[in-house]
Nanobody, 122 residues
Framework: VQLAESGGGLVQAGGSLRLSCAASGGSFSRYAMGWFRQAPGKEREFAAVISRNSNTYYADSVKGRCTISRDNAKNTVNLQMNSLKPDDTAVYYC?????????????????WGKGTQVTVSS
């Protein structure tokens, strides 16, 4: 499975961005899809995940501000991010996992995209 993120960019605090991840080369509907992020000098952290049947789970840091969704017909997963803060600045990665439902552990994910940069200015 190949994953390609898009939609990152520079935005002012309080603004919004919509990240997208396009999947190819596999049975997209069989995978749980997650978004992770890594800020400069920090470890990668979990942001959100959506299961095969569209149940969702969010990190406390993004809960209430972000919405993850998937379109199995288009093989895409999106992350709508609102009320962005400078602390949200990071490279955001899309990941796919087989055999899991809702998991925040990045080690459980089998495939990763190359990431898209999100920068939030104060």
């Amino acid at each position: 499975v190949q994953l390609a993120e898009s939609g990152g960019g520079l935005v002012q605090a309080g603004g919004s961005l919509r990240l997208s991840c396009a999947a190819s080369g596999g049975s997209f509907s069989r995978y749980a899809m997650g978004w992770f992020r890594q800020a400069p000098g920090k470890e990668r952290e979990f942001a959100a995940v959506i299961s095969r049947n569209s149940n969702t789970y969010y990190a406390d840091s993004v809960k209430g501000r972000c919405t993850i969704s998937r379109d199995n017909a288009k093989n895409t997963v999106n992350l709508q991010m609102n009320s962005l803060k400078p602390d949200d600045t990071a490279v955001y990665y899309c990941a796919a996992a087989r055999g899991v439902t809702l998991d925040a552990n990045g080690a459980k994910y089998d495939y990763w995209g190359k990431g898209t940069q999100v920068t939030v200015s104060s």
